[in-house]
Each structure stands twice: as structure tokens, then as C-alpha cells.
């Protein structure tokens, strides 16, 4: 069974840094683009970044120059390096990836349970 796992989210305060990781495991042929979504109470889930296995990165508008999206392809995991943060990044962070499991001949969009990251003011 493939899987995302996220870890790292965190209470922090304004202005405070945090690094996510997402590590996707199990029967894996191949793994293409990865990212970071979030979702805050009442809203519908965002764009945080992406990252295509040859390292193009993709950003939501409301993150740039603020954080920074990597990834590990030995290890298939992705990061997040979240920088000056503001009480609105308060979210629960939901890793994704585009990956064909080696029983399918299909890409498949698989999600991570997220990690919540709150931000004080």
C-alpha cells in the first residue's frame, strides 16, 4: 500500500520558521510531481507549492518568498521550509504526489493525513 506521511507541523509564533517532511513509501514504480496543499477551518484547500521530480517548484501566490519547496528523490520525500510566518498560515499541511503504483498502469493522486501548523499572534 502506498502512503504520505507528514511530520513537523508545530505551534509557533509570528515571524517563527518551520520545515515539514512528507516521505512516500510502499510498492512505488515511479513518483512524479510532489507538493504541499492546506486547508484552513471553513476554506477549501490551497496550493502551497509543487515540485516536479527534475525540480521545477511551483508556488501558491501567498508564499512566495517565504518558503521553499526541495525534495530528496533517494529517499522520496519532499520538504517545506516555511519562513516568516503569519497567524493566516495557521492550516492543516497536506503532502500529495502524482505516483503509479507498481500493481497499476495508472497515476495516481495519493494525500498524506497532513500535520496541523498553528501560528500565534
Known amino acids: 500500500q502506498v502512503q504520505l506521511v507528514e511530520s513537523g507541523g508545530d505551534l509557533v509564533q509570528t515571524g517563527g520558521s518551520l520545515r515539514l517532511s512528507c516521505a512516500a513509501s510502499?510498492?512505488?514504480?515511479?513518483?512524479?510531481?510532489m507538493g504541499w496543499y492546506r486547508q484552513a477551518p471553513g476554506k477549501e484547500r490551497e496550493l502551497v507549492a509543487t515540485?516536479?521530480?527534475?525540480?521545477?517548484?511551483n508556488y501558491g501566490d501567498s508564499v512566495k518568498g517565504r518558503f521553499t519547496i526541495s525534495r530528496d528523490n533517494a529517499k522520496n520525500t519532499i520538504y517545506l521550509q516555511m519562513s516568516s510566518l503569519e497567524p493566516e498560515d495557521t492550516a492543516i499541511y497536506y503532502c500529495?504526489?502524482?505516483?503509479?503504483?507498481?500493481?497499476?498502469?495508472?497515476?495516481?493522486?495519493?494525500w498524506g493525513q497532513g500535520t496541523q501548523v498553528t501560528v500565534s499572534s
Open positions: 500529495n504526489a502524482a505516483i503509479v503504483p507498481r500493481s497499476s498502469l495508472s497515476v495516481t493522486n495519493v
Open positions: 510502499g510498492r512505488i514504480f515511479s513518483i512524479d510531481t
Open positions: 515540485i516536479t521530480r527534475d525540480g521545477v517548484k
